[in-house]
């Protein structure tokens, strides 16, 4: 059968709506949000992670404190300003070199407002396979809007800071084993009226098959929301998907539409984090709400996943990934806790178990070396 190409029905208005509200209750009933919980021994509780186990995602409530996020805020404006205006510019809007313009990685992602760039594509390996609904632009938009960053961390000091957050590390920790690895980090935007979809996938793309896989074998990201994030723009999942290869052609004939009957939204306020298996099925919607969506993603992986393992080259070139690339990449989990625990001396930093024996001390005299870092991230 062909690719089924989104349908929408007779009143598409009343039916977004209703979707969005029956996907609202449903996420809010699914029980896998609520605050933090570690013990003394900084470990995470079980039934937290029986959660996100089950259902592929869980919402950490309240995690980022006020501080936190007014910082990473200022940060996020400040990378907006200084990126490139188009997406072929090297000038900013104040017409200086833009952020990046010496770097070797393309880390600005841009989008045709409301569009679908990749689904039914084969880009990013066909991981794609349907097409969104494409609702009708605004006459007064831009051509394009920057709907990702990447290599985030080189670019925000916040950034960096979080990506050292002793209780998400621990977290990292009690998913992947003591032992995790990085994966990427992306700052995602979804621009009110104008933002794009980002079409149904999962994310992971070369570990299928292996003999040990299971629902943990591509990882997780973090999903830390500045302003918050509802059914209108923010990202659905799919409660369950992450075990296995899923067929979302499938899925989505049995929906007749992109909306997918058993996706739901990530329901967050500001400062609340989400964790979502890579496995799971996820995708968002173009944003036609007033609300902007700002999220900071940064994933981490179990080592087992990427030693020896063939990269995907969507988010680096395709390579074996050996113990030293692990090594140099992981090297940006130590600055990111050396960094926060300079901008914080009260709070207890994560020990991370496989740089133990190293000293890595973040400051300025270091940048020169994470420029581009994000050429060894670690996508699988
Ligand atoms: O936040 C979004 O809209 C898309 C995120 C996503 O697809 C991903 O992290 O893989």
Redesign the pocket.
Known sequence: MNNPTPQRGADPDNDIRAYQEQGTLKALHLGNRGPIKLDAMGRLDPMILDSYKTHGFYIFEGLLADQELRELEADVEQIQQRAPVSPKAIFDQKGQPALGHNLIAKNFGWVVPLSDPVGGTDKNQGRHPVKMHEPKRPSDAPDHVLQIILGSLQFSQACLRLYGHPQLLAVAEAINGPDFTPFNE?I?I?HPHLGGS?AW?Q?GTTQWGRPDFDEGTHGF?F?AQLYGSDAENG?WVVPGSQTGPADIKQMMREAGSDRLTKAVPLICAPGDVAI?N?QAV???FANTSSKPRV?L?FGFHRRGSVFGAMGNGIHSPATIYDADRIFERAKMIAYGISARSQHLPDEQPYAYAPLKTHTMTWDESVRPSIQDYNLLDLGI
């Open positions: 992306a995602w979804k980002v996938h994310d990201n999903m990202l979502c890579r996820h995708g968002s999220t993603n």
